[in-house]
């Protein structure tokens, strides 16, 4: 969300949607609400707050902008409502702690923003919540030397404002940055409303009388939002049925409201009211939607089943996870090497597979079983001839009540041909592009390598200001070696000269061939004195190292550096070197001369 704003707005943007709402909403809830010890009977900035870190992004000036506006809001609105400035400070610090335990409690489970229609994450967040619900209370009674009873009032009160208003804001939220409310038809959005619409009738119809004890019928109404608009209805409904019995109870209105009971009992027996209304939708609208995805995934194992069937030289299996069976079509028993109708089970399909490669499908099979997701994995097989075969699997999980896995569904495909011909291609590139890259004498990168590499080198030091020089160095007196002891002899200089000057190179610095005895050095994050340093440690190492050769010519090297200094393109920064170089030479050669 907002990701074409600035670091720096985006904080600020965040901090304000924090304050405000906040503000507003503890306001609200304290002067509509609140009951004994200033706490309200619901507390929807929790879920308010939570929401908004559930839905911001995940950067540390973000969340901390956002806390500094939910401690400033919190303060604001506890002392309006007439808490002191401990007491208030001490709220909010046990709210603050609150959200940020619920944040990292479901972040432990679901990196993202939690699906609601996933019943494991309604499970893991209301885990969450009601954990740092007590936490939250604990710190606010160990602050404010409350007792059971504040420990209690604060408990609940928090954990139905994260569990009522959190889910039907994060929801909204996904439903307008995915495009799907853009997706649904008129006909839809009217029903939606209607349906919402109707229950907060219901709602207002009961609780504005206290003759008829139909507390009930708002329950029905927020089933039958569950049931015809899934999660965001069962959450929409539910915070809709909230505000209003929260607000007609806090002004004396309704059944719950007249009954004869202390105030504090009378918020207690509404928080249990509320609480019973959420557990009656949430999971609900999850398991239903649960079993719309359980029904989905049985027709598309079915229409895998039907598509391997067709293909040729494809075949399939399953893997009864409940008898511990498993059947293989006639394709997957010659694709391994037996005859149809071969007696095999579960541990001889997967002992096939040669031991690293059984490992490996042991495994992606463990988890596609433990998710529920589809699966692919591709291995070598021994087949009962003893062949080796490179086989490509993909399937799925067929699930029963519940969710739980029943039975694993997959097809299986002699790629052998395949991985071949991809072998020899990607072999036949390495060496083609080896070939084109490298100098076949020495074995260095060659000209038209090095180029490009010195290009790279010279755009990251222009946007980002990291130093960079270059060497060029060839060997002194090169066509009288030739010339006195042939070219047998220079080509093994030539080699020799190379493998010294590499070995006194950095990792990060590189060196390449580029045309007969001439050779460039790419000194890469060197200032000027490193480079020298290093420069000066290639020239004295072709120097002493060639002179410790039996049998060979003393060779030495000239060399010319030059550090960039702004140049526009590699053929400035050569050329500066270049004339180093001729500098060398000119002063008696087996020398290093810097670039002016």
């Given at each position: 969300m907002i990701r074409s704003l600035s670091p720096r707005v985006?904080?600020?943007?965040?901090?304000?949607?924090?304050?405000?709402?906040?503000?507003?909403?503890?306001?609200?809830?304290?002067?509509?609400?609140?009951?004994?010890?200033?706490?309200?009977?619901?507390?929807?900035?929790?879920?308010?707050?939570?929401?908004?870190?559930?839905?911001?992004?995940?950067?540390?000036?973000?969340?901390?902008?956002?806390?500094?506006?939910?401690?400033?809001?919190?303060?604001?609105?506890?002392?309006?409502?007439?808490?002191s400035l401990d007491t208030s400070a001490a709220f909010s610090l046990a709210n603050g702690v609150e959200a940020l335990v619920a944040l990292k409690l479901i972040r432990l489970r679901e990196r993202g923003t939690p699906s609601f229609m996933v019943p494991?994450?309604?499970?893991?967040?209301?885990?969450?919540?009601?954990?740092?619900?007590?936490?939250?209370?604990?710190?606010?009674?160990?602050?404010?030397?409350?007792?059971?009873?504040?420990?209690?009032?604060?408990?609940?009160?928090?954990?139905?404002?994260?569990?009522?208003?959190?889910?039907?804001?994060?929801?909204?939220?996904?439903?307008?940055?995915t495009g799907a409310i853009a997706s649904v038809s008129?006909?839809?959005?009217?029903?939606?409303?209607?349906?919402?619409?109707a229950t907060a009738m219901i709602a207002i119809v009961c609780f504005s009388q206290a003759e008829f004890p139909v507390t009930f019928l708002p329950c029905l109404a927020v089933v039958a939002?569950?049931?015809?608009?899934?999660?965001?209805?069962?959450?929409?409904?539910?915070?809709?049925?909230?505000?209003?019995?929260?607000?007609?109870?806090?002004?004396?209105?309704?059944?719950?409201?007249?009954?004869?009971?202390?105030?504090?009992?009378?918020?207690?027996?509404?928080?249990?009211?509320?609480?019973?209304?959420?557990g009656s939708a949430l999971p609900l609208a999850a398991l239903l939607v649960g079993r719309q995805r359980l029904a989905k995934r049985l027709e598309q194992s079915n229409g895998w089943l039907l598509q391997a069937e067709a293909a040729a030289l494809v075949g399939h299996w399953r893997v009864d996870l409940i008898h511990w069976k498993i059947h293989w079509s006639d394709q997957a028993y010659r694709i391994h090497g037996l005859v149809?109708?071969?007696?095999?089970?579960?541990?001889?399909?997967?002992?096939?597979?040669?031991?690293?490669?059984?490992?490996?499908?042991?495994?992606?099979?463990?988890?596609?079983?433990?998710?529920?997701?589809?699966f692919e994995f591709q291995g070598r097989i021994v087949r009962a001839d003893g062949e080796i075969r490179h086989v490509k699997s993909h399937g799925s999980i067929e699930a029963g009540r519940g969710g739980r896995a029943v039975a694993i569904f997959g097809t299986v495909q002699d790629v052998t041909e395949t991985v071949e011909n991809a072998r020899i291609l990607e072999a036949a590139r390495s060496a083609a592009e080896r070939v084109a890259n490298t100098d076949m004498l020495t074995g260095l990168p060659n000209r038209r390598h090095t180029l490009a590499f010195l290009e790279k080198?010279?755009?990251?030091?222009?946007?980002?200001?990291?130093?960079?020089?270059?060497?060029?160095?060839?060997?002194?007196?090169?066509?009288?070696?030739?010339?006195?002891?042939?070219?047998?002899?220079?080509?093994?200089?030539?080699?020799?000269?190379?493998?010294?000057?590499?070995?006194?190179?950095?990792?990060?610095?590189?060196?390449?061939?580029?045309?007969g005895e001439e050779f460039?050095?790419?000194?890469?994050?060197?200032?000027?004195?490193?480079?020298?340093?290093?420069?000066?440690?290639?020239?004295?190492?072709?120097?002493?190292?060639?002179?410790?050769?039996?049998?060979?010519?003393?060779?030495?090297?000239?060399?010319?550096?030059?550090?960039?200094?702004?140049?526009?393109?590699?053929?400035?920064?050569l050329h500066r070197a270049d004339q180093a170089l001729y500098a060398a030479k000119r002063e008696g050669r087996n020398r290093l001369r810097m670039a002016a």
């Open positions: 985006e904080a600020v943007f965040w901090f304000l949607l924090t304050a405000v709402g906040y503000f507003l909403l503890a306001s609200l809830s304290l002067h509509a609400t609140k009951g004994a010890d200033n706490i309200a009977a619901v507390w929807p900035p929790s879920g308010y707050f939570l929401a908004l870190l559930l839905l911001m992004p995940d950067a540390l000036r973000t969340c901390v902008a956002a806390f500094a506006g939910m401690a400033l809001s919190s303060i604001a609105a506890n002392m309006w409502a007439g808490g494991r994450s309604v499970v893991a967040f209301c885990i969450a919540t009601v954990a740092a619900s007590i936490a939250s209370a604990g710190l606010a009674a160990l602050l404010t030397g409350g007792g059971f009873d504040f420990f209690r009032s604060w408990l609940t009160t928090v954990a139905l404002g994260m569990l009522i208003v959190t889910p039907p804001i994060v929801m909204l939220a996904r439903l307008v940055e008129r006909r839809g959005i009217a029903e939606a409303t209607a349906i919402l619409v939002a569950s049931y015809r608009l899934g999660p965001f209805g069962a959450a929409g409904s539910v915070l809709i049925v909230t505000i209003i019995v929260s607000w007609m109870t806090g002004r004396g209105l309704g059944p719950i409201a007249h009954m004869h009971e202390p105030p504090t009992t009378i918020i207690l027996f509404l928080q249990f009211y509320l609480l019973m209304l959420l149809p109708g071969t007696p095999v089970d579960v541990n001889y399909s997967v002992k096939q597979y040669v031991a690293e490669d059984g490992a490996a499908v042991r495994k992606i099979l463990e988890e596609a079983v433990r998710t529920g997701e589809p080198a010279l755009a990251g030091a222009r946007e980002h200001g990291a130093p960079l020089a270059v060497a060029i160095f060839d060997i002194d007196h090169f066509k009288r070696i030739n010339d006195a002891h042939g070219h047998a002899t220079g080509d093994k200089v030539l080699r020799l000269v190379a493998q010294r000057a590499k070995a006194a190179l950095r990792d990060e610095d590189m060196l390449g061939r580029i045309g460039v050095c790419i000194l890469q994050r060197s200032s000027a004195q490193a480079s020298e340093i290093v420069a000066e440690r290639v020239r004295k190492a072709v120097e002493t190292g060639t002179a410790a050769e039996d049998g060979m010519p003393q060779a030495t090297i000239s060399i010319g550096l030059a550090v960039f200094d702004g140049e526009l393109d590699i053929e400035e920064l």
